[in-house]
């Protein structure tokens, strides 16, 4: 079965420290992930997502990822943080192929310090 | 937001009452999907619709039944709610296209007393 490991369940930063947050998935074929982002008291938004071609991904708020097939990871990266980045964050990976699910990480807290 | 509402936004209940909770969309995607989210859980997929009146259990689909008897709407039901049921429930929808990406609406907080 699919799974998903956030390795941080809470990190906490400084303002304009550099972020990255590790996420690795089980799972040996052809993959689409993602990292969505909740806001205190918020929905789930899209950051970016990886589904084919190169593998550093861009996204929202400067935020970035890596996609590295050989160790299964997409770790979530951005040079400077701020305090709006307070929030928790999501990966998720669907098995291209299947019916669309999203297997979620449980999550990592981002904790900024102003 | 891809036109997501939820209804009730919070609800407070009693163990072994019936709820119903609403996800409604008006952008006529096929694909609309139950999560609930749960401290150190993440989220997780309760059920999911692939088209009217298709329907297919996800990881914890246990004590929820859910309908689609049209395009727009996609209901949770807890039969009889238990406190272990309280929860952040999230419908999502997901785009047609090859990412499969998801977006969420904007939650339910119930509460089983």
């Known amino acids: 079965a699919q799974s998903v490991s956030q390795h941080n369940h809470h990190v906490i930063l400084s303002e304009a420290a550099s972020l990255e947050l590790g996420c690795n998935y089980s799972y040996g074929g052809t993959v689409n992930l993602f990292w969505y982002v909740q806001y205190p008291g918020q929905h789930l938004q899209l950051l970016l997502k990886y589904f084919s071609g190169d593998p550093l991904v861009k996204g929202i708020k400067g935020f970035e990822a890596e996609f590295i097939k050989s160790k299964f990871s997409f770790n979530l990266r951005k040079p400077s943080v701020q305090w709006s980045d307070t929030a928790e964050y999501f990966c998720?990976?669907?098995?291209?192929?299947?019916?669309?699910?999203?297997?979620f990480g449980k999550g990592t807290k981002l904790s900024v310090k102003p | 937001d891809a036109g997501i509402t939820q209804s009730p936004r919070h609800k407070v209940t009693e163990t072994g009452t019936p709820v119903t909770l609403r996800c409604h969309q008006t952008e006529n995607h096929r694909y609309m999907y139950w999560y609930r989210q749960d401290p150190g859980h993440g989220l997780r997929l309760i059920h999911y619709s692939y088209g009217v009146k298709d329907t297919d259990k996800g990881e914890v689909s246990d004590g929820y039944s859910v309908s689609r008897s049209k395009t727009e709407d996609f209901l949770l039901t807890l039969e009889s709610a238990t406190s272990s049921q309280t929860s952040v429930y999230f419908c999502a929808i997901r785009l047609a296209g090859g990412s499969n990406e998801q977006f969420f609406g904007p939650g339910t907080r119930l509460t089983v007393l």
């Open positions: 998720a990976v669907n098995a291209v192929g299947s019916q669309g699910n999203l297997i």
